[in-house]
């Protein structure tokens, strides 16, 4: 448990005391929302702030014996993230116990069958609804007020049994930062031209709309609550997140799925879905809240946020999706401009759809009224089945076990002394989090023909988070059948990306095996915190180069003021990549940074300095644009971040101002159009927003001039970095003697819509020193693939990366493999004094392909002229 936590219930008494109110006011004297905001939740115009929303569930928890309000800890930006408890009150005084039972149920390994009956009959239905993730979605964040007044205060039969029968978790925000930058937006420009129109930044300061795309490798601390939550303590029977979708379809999306889904959870699981989500839709037009759909729109295979993966945790993982307004203000729909979806061909009655809404003007307090619908109605058939429900939690999760014991991959065995050793830690670290059961061998042991060293870690399937396990370390094929191909024949895009395989990822091998493993294992109980070592002697030290965090510790030596320098050659102890460190560094740095980043400084045999050349610390510049930011750019920000990397943050007048190479070493590009970058447009509906929606000071977008200052950057000995699509602009404007081999490309010719695909490298290049020879790149659609234009100038290229000449698929889809067959999926390219390089793969997708890191730490680090010996020039 977080330390840091407190119970709102410890201010009850200073609250009441504020309020002149004794401690145990009636239900009927808490302020409803409206009295308490002084507006209707969802009202036009109006968006209550997540600090005054804090304020109302503090309230309402100190009024109430019904909550129970707990502060989980600060968000991203520091604002208080809170998970709210609803159930009766002699529910909430054994709270723990309930948790007890709960864990029983959703892990019955070991357990007697008197354990289970005895958590059915004693246990309470958990039940965990989140709202306000996406925060331009902002009826959600509203509508919470609402669900959790109503739970406090209501005293009718269905109430009560909800209260009886369920532990309701409420998250009433996921994304708390989100609703204060968005609700400060609205409240700018509402009144003026601007109304309705889109903050400019991300709207999470990271992440911003993929925040939902983070439920596995829990890069945010928010991902983090909600696996504290869901995974670890409580692993609810069912868990539904509150969103909106576009506005021109149904008027809200309910459970279940569409087809594909994603093969191999409980089947319960999905019948689940389909129950709640069918009393949903009855409640919905019992009331005749007109326009609900189920079973189209969102397919079953998305991507591992929480509402996605939570399936395979053996927990109904639901989504709702209301058709949005513009922020807070109304939107007028006109017939016409309604259609259809994804199973859902035309706008008109079907058995999923019986009750069309027709047109008019659109409210978020319509948004409010079916949300509202979606969060009782399934805690109502809960609450009236709690034994059902939880005999079945007991059944998904022993079954589930029962298959992995049965199936054909028995467990996966995971080597600790892979290629990046530490990397291999956190993926263990990554699958604790998901509440997986891991093992650790006590000694070596061989299986399979394969031998592996003591310590190596053991993911037995013969658990009830076997799904999980499957989609996160097996090899995945994403579905290519008639749910995934138009009548045409071309492939439908998936929903996010085709493989989620985090092993793949993070370059971390996991063995499928098919039998028991039967060696001398332990339960890894708590996560893996590695602390280096250090060596002595009067040589200085050696940081391994393959490891990521090496990067790290290299620039926390620098903030410490120590010299470092890269090897290019061999030597004794010492490989091409590795780094050296002066002996001059102050000892208790090295030890400091040795025990933060796990990283062991061995010490050198001998002096390396003929091996190696000095390194400087590069001034790294990062391209930030509007329109609501550019989510590949803040997860880079993480990343560096969380590297210790210095940078600064570019934005038009900079760029266009020019003489960059005179402040900076390495400029980054990441994903993004060349028309968003430059804000030139050849045609309309070519941005997501239309910049004369957008107040003038944020249409972003650096024109020529900036083009003309990145060359003349790259021209005077600057590093031009650029991630995929984001090539276009190098590639059409600097006369690179280079071309993207898929251009225009898709469909049968070529697709690898999120794929892992197999690559060789050049890993004695210092653009690519610390690679593998052989590894995975992850590659999404709108990436690049690049090939030599004959001429004079080709010799200035160098192909680091390239792919291999058949097979190329690791996971997810892959259509047209010769089109990229052989092909370099990273060059650099030599300009004047400086150099481009285009990595057409994603090195740092959503800051999960710990795998290719490297690729843009070595760019960070290695002064540029090319990936050739002008590196070795670097230094100061
Ligand atoms: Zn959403």
């Known amino acids: 448990m977080n330390p840091n936590r407190s119970f709102a219930r410890l201010s009850v008494l200073l609250l009441a005391v504020t309020l002149g109110l004794p401690a145990t006011t009636r239900a009927q004297e808490i302020p409803s929302p409206e009295e308490y905001f002084g507006f209707q939740m969802g009202a036009d115009?109006?968006?209550?702030?997540?600090?005054?929303?804090?304020?109302?569930?503090?309230?309402?928890?100190?009024?109430?014996?019904?909550?129970?309000?707990?502060?989980?800890?600060?968000s991203t930006l520091g604002n208080p993230f809170l998970a709210i408890y609803v159930s009766s009150p002699e529910n909430l005084a054994r709270l723990e116990e309930l948790k007890e039972l709960n864990r029983v149920l959703q892990d019955p390994r070991g357990r007697s069958e008197a354990e289970v009956e005895n958590a059915i009959t004693n246990g309470k239905v958990v039940f965990v609804q989140s709202y306000g993730l996406h925060s331009t979605e902002v009826a959600a964040s509203q509508t919470a007020a609402e669900v959790l007044y109503e739970l406090a205060t209501r005293t009718d039969d269905e109430v009560m049994q909800i209260l009886e029968n369920t532990v309701g978790i409420i998250i009433p925000c996921f994304n708390p930062d989100g609703n204060i930058i968005v609700t400060d937006w609205y409240n700018r420009w509402v009144g003026t031209e601007y109304e309705g129109s889109s903050p400019p930044e991300l709207y999470h300061h990271y992440i911003g709309h993929d925040n939902n795309r983070d439920a596995f490798m829990l890069n945010t601390v928010e991902s983090r609550y909600g696996a504290e939550i869901m995974f670890r303590e409580w692993i609810p029977?069912?868990?539904?997140?509150?969103?909106?979708?576009?506005?021109?379809?149904?008027?809200?999306?309910?459970?279940?799925?569409?087809?594909?889904?994603?093969?191999?959870?409980d089947p319960l699981v999905w019948r689940e879905m389909a129950w709640y989500?069918?009393?949903?839709?009855?409640?919905?037009?019992?009331?005749?809240?007109?326009?609900?759909?189920?079973?189209?729109?969102?397919?079953?295979?998305?991507?591992?946020?929480?509402?996605?993966?939570?399936?395979?945790?053996?927990?109904?993982?639901?989504?709702?999706?209301?058709?949005?307004?513009?922020?807070a203000s109304p939107l007028y729909v006109h017939p016409d401009q309604l259609g259809g979806s994804r199973q859902f061909p035309e706008y008109e009655e079907q058995t999923t759809f019986p009750n069309p809404w027709p047109g008019g003007w659109w409210h978020v307090r319509d948004i409010v009224e079916r949300q509202k619908v979606a969060s009782f109605a399934p805690l109502e058939i809960a609450a009236q089945n709690r034994e059902t429900v939880l005999l079945n939690a007991y059944h998904k999760a022993s079954r589930q076990t029962e298959r992995g014991r049965e199936g054909e991959v028995q467990a996966y065995v995971i080597s600790a002394g892979q290629h990046d050793p530490l990397t291999t830690m956190k993926l263990v670290n990554n699958l604790l989090g998901q509440g997986i059961s891991v093992e650790r061998a006590t000694r070596e042991f061989t299986h399979e023909g394969r031998?592996?060293?003591?310590?190596?870690?053991?993911?037995?399937?013969?658990?009830?988070?076997?799904?999980?396990?499957?989609?996160?370390?097996?090899?995945?094929?994403?579905?290519?059948?008639?749910?995934t191909r138009d009548a045409d024949g071309n492939p439908i895009r998936p929903y996010d990306m085709s493989t989620d395989n985090m092993a793949e990822f993070m370059g971390v091998r996991a063995d499928p095996v098919g039998t028991p493993v039967e060696t001398a294992l332990t339960l890894v109980t708590a996560p893996i915190d590695p602390s280096g070592t250090v060596g002595e002697g009067p040589h200085g030290w050696v940081i391994d180069g393959r490891l990521n965090d090496a990067f790290k510790a290299v620039n926390l030596l620098f903030d410490a003021g120590a010299s470092v320098r890269r090897a290019d050659r061999e030597?004794?102890?010492?490989?091409?990549?590795?780094?050296?460190?002066?002996?001059?560094?102050?000892?208790?740095?090295?030890?400091?940074i040795a025990e933060v980043t796990g990283v062991d400084f061995e010490a050198l045999e001998s002096d390396a300095s003929s091996l190696s050349y000095p390194l400087g610390e590069q001034r790294v510049g990062m391209y930030q644009r509007y329109y609501g930011g550019n989510m590949d750019e803040g997860w880079t920000r993480l990343l560096l971040e969380t590297f210790a990397f210095d940078y600064t943050t570019l934005r038009d007048a900079e760029i266009q101002a020019g003489d960059l190479q005179s402040r900076y070493d390495v400029i980054i590009l990441p994903a993004d159009s060349k028309e968003m970058m430059t804000g030139e447009r050849e045609d309309e509906g070519g941005f997501g927003a239309d910049p004369s929606s957008v107040p003038p000071e944020y249409r972003s977008g650096f024109g020529e001039s900036g083009v003309a200052a990145l060359e003349a950057f790259v021209e005077a000995g600057g590093t031009l970095v650029t991630f995929a699509e984001a090539g276009d602009l190098p590639l059409d404007e600097f006369d690179l003697p280079v071309r993207n081999a898929v251009e225009g490309m898709w469909g049968n010719e070529f697709w690898a819509p999120g794929s892992t695909l197999r690559v060789e490298i050049e890993n004695t290049r210092p653009f690519a020193y610390g690679m593998p020879e052989e590894a995975l790149v992850t590659y999404l659609a709108g990436g690049q693939v690049y090939e030599t234009i004959p001429g004079a100038e080709s010799a200035n290229v160098d192909r680091l990366v390239t792919y291999v000449d058949r097979d190329i698929l690791q996971s997810g889809w892959l259509l047209g493999e010769e089109a990229i067959a052989n092909k370099a999926a990273m060059v650099s390219v030599a300009?004047?004094?400086?150099?481009?390089?285009?990595?057409?793969?994603r090195t740092q997708h959503r800051a999960q392909t710990h795998a290719t890191f490297k690729?843009?730490?070595?760019?960070?680090?290695?002064?540029?002229?090319?990936?050739?010996?002008?590196?070795?020039?670097?230094?100061?």
């Open 45 to 74: 115009r109006q968006l209550a702030r997540w600090d005054r929303l804090v304020e109302y569930y503090d309230m309402l928890g100190a009024m109430s014996d019904r909550l129970q309000v707990v502060h989980m800890g600060p």
């Open 237 to 265: 029977q069912a868990y539904i997140d509150h969103h909106q979708m576009g506005p021109y379809t149904a008027r809200i999306y309910l459970p279940p799925y569409a087809e594909p889904i994603r093969p191999e959870g």
């Open 277 to 327: 989500g069918s009393h949903m839709a009855y409640k919905m037009d019992e009331v005749d809240l007109k326009g609900a759909i189920g079973a189209a729109v969102y397919s079953g295979w998305g991507h591992f946020g929480f509402h996605w993966i939570t399936p395979f945790h053996n927990i109904a993982g639901m989504l709702t999706e209301s058709a949005s307004a513009r922020l």
């Open 451 to 483: 031998a592996y060293d003591a310590g190596t870690y053991v993911v037995s399937m013969a658990q009830p988070k076997r799904g999980v396990i499957r989609w996160l370390l097996g090899r995945t094929f994403y579905p290519d059948n008639s749910y």
């Open 571 to 592: 030597g004794p102890g010492v490989e091409p990549g590795d780094f050296i460190v002066s002996a001059s560094a102050d000892p208790a740095a090295v030890r400091s």
């Open 831 to 841: 300009k004047g004094e400086g150099a481009v390089l285009l990595i057409g793969f």
């Open 855 to 876: 690729f843009l730490f070595n760019a960070l680090v290695t002064r540029s002229g090319a990936s050739g010996p002008v590196a070795a020039q670097g230094g100061g």
